[in-house]
């Protein structure tokens, strides 16, 4: 079974530029997960996900960041325009749905965004 | 919100030496939650603590959730230069997103 992939894993991009990340999730895990770790500090949720919608978004920092989950299958999160303080690795996780009260996440490798 | 704290924020020893990493909350925690991040890598889950004083091992590792729910730690026993990396807590919530919150992490340094 193939793991929760994202693209790009590196992204070096001048402030004011603009920055898709893409994740892919485990197929058939109805939650989605964007997650970021800013210089070694604790890592950070983002928003969630289930299938298409967006369920809590209360992470995300400002309106610069725009996530997508289109068809519920893989998401986007687009960083516009892009400032210093960006900087870090955006990861995103899947877990399964259902009845089941608390599900591990997997997590994928991680996009390491560097903003100049 | 709820927070979780970990100390300590590094440590660094000696191969086959003992490490402990600590995460603590002032609220009552539903769970808590291990993962492991090796240099370079992503979190992988390690385990999930749900009961009063529960107790889990696997392998060198040993898991524990405090009477309270407030607090609990992992301990690795003899430690190997495998065991290197971030070690974090954390919690998942259990209205709504059920999303991760983390503790700031225990990087493990291991002299070979």
């Known amino acids: 079974e193939a793991g929760v992939t994202q693209f790009p894993s590196h992204s070096v991009i001048e402030k004011g530029q603009t920055v898709t990340l893409r994740c892919d999730p485990i197929s058939g895990h109805d939650n989605l997960y964007w997650y970021r770790r800013v210089m070694g500090k604790e890592i950070k949720f983002l928003l969630h996900?289930?299938?298409?919608?967006?369920?809590?978004e209360s992470g995300m920092p400002n309106n610069r960041f725009l996530a997508e989950r289109t068809g519920g299958t893989y998401s986007t999160l687009k960083v516009q325009p892009a400032e210093l303080e960006d900087s870090g690795v955006y990861f995103c996780?899947?877990?399964?749905?259902?009845?089941?009260?608390?599900?591990?996440?997997?997590f994928g490798p991680g996009t390491r965004l560097t903003v100049t | 919100g709820q927070q979780v704290m970990q100390i300590p924020q590094y440590q660094h020893v000696q191969e086959g030496e003992d490490f402990t990493t600590y995460c603590n909350s002032s609220t009552t925690l539903s769970n808590i939650q291990w993962y492991k991040q090796r240099p370079g890598g992503h979190p992988v889950f390690l385990i999930q603590?749900?009961?009063?004083?529960e107790v889990k091992k696997q392998k060198r590792l040993t898991f524990q959730f405090g009477e309270a729910k407030k607090n609990s730690s992992l301990h690795i026993t003899a430690t190997q230069t495998t065991d290197v990396g971030t070690y974090f807590c954390?919690?998942?919530?259990?209205?709504?997103?059920?999303?991760?919150?983390f503790g700031q992490g225990t990087r493990l340094t291991i002299n070979p």
């Open positions: 996900f289930v299938k298409e919608s967006k369920q809590d």
């Open positions: 603590l749900v009961k009063s004083g």
């Open positions: 954390a919690f998942a919530t259990i209205q709504g997103a059920q999303k991760l919150v």
């Open positions: 996780a899947s877990s399964q749905g259902g009845r089941r009260l608390l599900y591990e996440q997997y």
